[in-house]
Nanobody, 124 residues
Framework: QVQLVESGGGLVQAGGSLRLSCAVS????????VAWFRQAPWKARDFVAA????????NYADSMRGRVTMSRDNTENTVHLQMSNLNPEDTATYYC?????????????????WGQGTQVTVSS
């Protein structure tokens, strides 16, 4: 069974940076689209970023564009989300998700595999 494991969350000050990672076990990301979503208390689960593993194409949410960069590590079969200039509004649980295919989608319902989430807290 495919499992996704997020890591890298923590507490940072406003304006700081953080790098999240998502590793897969029981398979590889080859032929899949990998995405990040986040969910803050009392809020819906929102799209953050996505990457097409095969082509390396990325897409970012408008609210995060310019502050996040998603990348892949073929050797470790891991994706990373580099975040910078963080603000308290970025505080949320960040989830890694994946689906087979090449088209990037922003709806959480499209993704089949999910990690347990990693907490990101930005203090002011």
């Amino acid at each position: 069974q495919v499992q996704l494991v997020e890591s890298g969350g923590g507490l940072v000050q406003a304006g700081g940076s953080l790098r999240l990672s998502c590793a897969v076990s029981g398979g590889t990301f080859s032929g899949y689209v990998v995405a990040w979503f986040r969910q803050a208390p009392w809020k819906a689960r929102d799209f953050v970023a996505a990457l097409n593993w095969s082509g390396g194409r990325t897409n970012y949410a408008d609210s995060m564009r310019g502050r996040v960069t998603m990348s892949r590590d073929n050797t470790e079969n891991t994706v990373h989300l580099q975040m910078s200039n963080l603000n308290p509004e970025d505080t949320a649980t960040y989830y890694c998700a994946s689906r087979r295919g090449q088209s990037i989608a922003t709806g959480s319902f499209v993704y089949d595999y999910w990690g347990q989430g990693t907490q990101v807290t930005v203090s002011s």
